[in-house]
């Protein structure tokens, strides 16, 4: 059961990817993305990280995409105008493509350490409480400087935002 | 094998039952609409238009489907789609009762217990923005456009005083599971005081609920909120061009939200199936007198009919009252119909709120609306939580 749901929501995280970048329209670009993490954070949920799972869904697809659809509707975004598209083009650059991804896989392949297999459910530390826990003792110094981060690119916002009124 | 076949059962139960709930909230809003207006609402289909539903569905399904020719038609007719999906998809982890023996099978009355139940819910409602917006736009028309992204704008807006709203319950029963934050309401103070987060201990979770039901107002786009589709500005809003069962869709859909943030509410405020004072006390028979009660005014009114047919159509309803009023003293329906009496009692005083709130306030206008949000709604909840986790901390041990 785990490996076909793992097989079905991988599939459907790299085809919403290939179609993101095929796509013309904006908003159709846009949706994939959101196929995208909708089916990582399934992908989440199988390893056992079901608390990054809802979060992956709540802060990407739920907040940071929403904005995205918000602004490509305001602004009425049209299908982009593709020009130039030379036969040659498409005869190199598909084969070049393949060498170069082939290429790259088998560069993290050979750079990363062997590692056990992952086994479905084995992990059972992902929960709130866990995290939250961890959040604070062992890795507080990086969660609060990401906060000190964030606060600063929210003064930041809000300085430039002030400038045009 | 059995756990899926179970699965499969619960889940249409549960679809069927809120969608029939759903078709029935519209007709108790109708009802008690007119009758705040002195008016007598549906009467004509059915005794009291209780067939009004059935006759709505079948004029809609019945109507004719136009399609605007302009409209990006994928999306078009994907919008409808998510609406309604994303609007099922959480009640999947709402538990409406304890633990109950049905033929000697255990089972929660509850599709499934996640530990992240309270989370799943944020997560789709806030998802289910793309519903509303990709409506307004895919429509290709300029009032479903603007009725799309006022409702984008004023759902994102609401969310996180919604959010920060249902964190300080979270907190005080320390868990993010539906179930265990109910079973950790189920005691009472000084034996009958419930510790339902309204009541409890630290800080009385009163304000957090407050706030909740005004982000659920404004997240469900209903009346004092529902500006995205202020029909006297934008005809109907985000889903001006949609007709028949298209229509029909969006219009389930924002009934089953308003049922299952009812839900939400009761569960995470007031103590979801528990009683509201101990059965020791007594609170068993509160179901039975209540439906003896209504028997007794029906058999009442029947000896005095106002028209010829009462004489014979109040008693029968009489009837109809008491046994399911006597129905609540059988000893094996007992443990699964006296919690489910206490949480529908209480989530469908929740949905009468709304509609009274319908009924009574006018609209807000639209950065009015926008202000009350930050301005207002957004410090209010932090300012709350902050309290809530600083009492917490200080009293934990």
Redesign the interface.
């Given at each position: 059961m785990d490996v076909i749901l793992f097989l079905a929501f991988a599939t459907v995280a790299v085809v919403a990817a290939i179609n993101l970048v095929v796509q013309t329209h904006p908003?159709s670009s846009a949706?994939s993305l959101?196929g995208v993490m909708g089916s990582l954070a399934v992908l989440y949920l199988l390893l056992g990280g079901?608390?990054l799972?809802?979060?992956q869904?709540?802060v990407y697809?739920?907040?940071i995409m929403?904005?995205f659809?918000?602004v490509i509707?305001?602004l009425?975004a049209g299908a982009e105008q593709r020009r130039g598209k030379s036969i040659l083009a498409t005869l190199l650059g598909v084969p070049l493509l393949a060498g170069f991804l082939a290429l790259v896989a088998w560069l993290i392949q050979s750079a990363l350490p062997a590692s056990a297999p992952v086994t479905f459910g084995a992990f059972t530390r992902g929960?709130?409480r866990d995290i939250g826990q961890l959040l604070f003792t062992q890795y507080l110094l990086p969660f609060e400087v990401t906060s000190v981060l964030i606060l600063i690119a929210i003064l930041g916002a809000v300085v430039l935002a002030r400038k045009e009124i | 094998m059995e756990f899926y076949i179970i699965t499969v059962i619960k889940a249409a139960l549960i679809a069927f039952t809120m969608l029939t709930a759903a078709a029935y909230m519209v007709w108790l809003e109708r009802k008690v609409l007119a009758h705040i207006q002195l008016r007598v609402g549906p009467t004509r289909v059915g005794p009291h238009g209780l067939l009004q539903p059935l006759a709505d569905a079948v004029k809609l399904l019945t109507k004719e489907d136009l399609n605007p020719p302009q409209a990006n038609t994928f999306?078009y007719l994907l919008a409808p789609f998510l609406a309604v999906m994303l609007a099922l998809v959480s009640i999947a982890v709402i538990p409406f009762g304890p633990e109950v023996d049905i033929f000697g099978y255990r089972t929660y009355l509850q599709l499934t217990d996640?530990?992240?139940g309270v989370?799943?819910v944020?997560?789709?409602s806030?998802?289910s923005?793309?519903g509303v917006?990709?409506a307004?736009?895919a429509s290709n028309s300029k009032y479903a456009?603007l009725g799309?992204?006022r409702s984008?704008?004023q759902m994102?807006s609401y969310?996180l005083p919604l959010a920060m709203a249902v964190a300080s319950p979270l907190l005080i029963h320390n868990s993010?599971s539906f179930r265990e934050i109910v079973n950790s309401q189920s005691g009472y103070y000084f034996g009958f005081i419930p510790q339902w987060s309204v009541f409890a201990a630290p800080f009385p979770q009163i304000f957090a609920f407050i706030l909740f039901l005004i982000a659920a107002f404004a997240e469900t786009n209903r009346v004092p909120f529902d500006l995205p589709e202020a029909e006297n500005e934008l005809v109907a809003g985000f889903h001006t061009e949609y007709s028949s069962m298209k229509f029909a869709a969006f219009f389930t859909a924002e009934y089953i939200n308003i049922l299952t943030i009812c839900c939400v509410a009761t569960l995470l405020f007031l103590g979801g199936w528990t009683p509201l004072w101990p059965s020791d006390l007594g609170s068993d028979f509160v179901p039975v007198l209540l439906h003896l009660g209504a028997a007794a005014i029906l058999f009442f009114h029947g000896s005095q009919p106002a028209r010829r047919t009462d004489k014979y159509t109040m008693p029968a309803a009489g009837v109809v009252f008491a046994v399911l009023g006597l129905t609540f003293l059988v000893p094996f329906l007992k443990p699964i119909l006296i919690p489910l009496f206490w949480f529908i009692g209480k989530t469908l005083t929740l949905a009468f709120i709304f509609i009274w709130v319908r009924g009574t306030l006018p609209r807000f206008r639209y950065d009015q609306l926008m202000r009350f949000a930050w301005t207002f709604m957004f410090p209010a909840a932090v300012l709350n939580l902050l309290v809530t986790s600083l009492l917490v901390a200080l009293t934990s041990k």
């Open positions: 908003i949706l959101i079901e608390f799972a809802a979060v869904l709540i697809a739920g907040a929403v904005l659809v918000f509707m305001l009425n929960t709130p | 999306y996640l530990s992240i989370l799943v944020l997560a789709v806030s998802l923005v793309y917006s990709l307004g736009w456009l799309g992204l984008s704008a994102i969310e993010l």
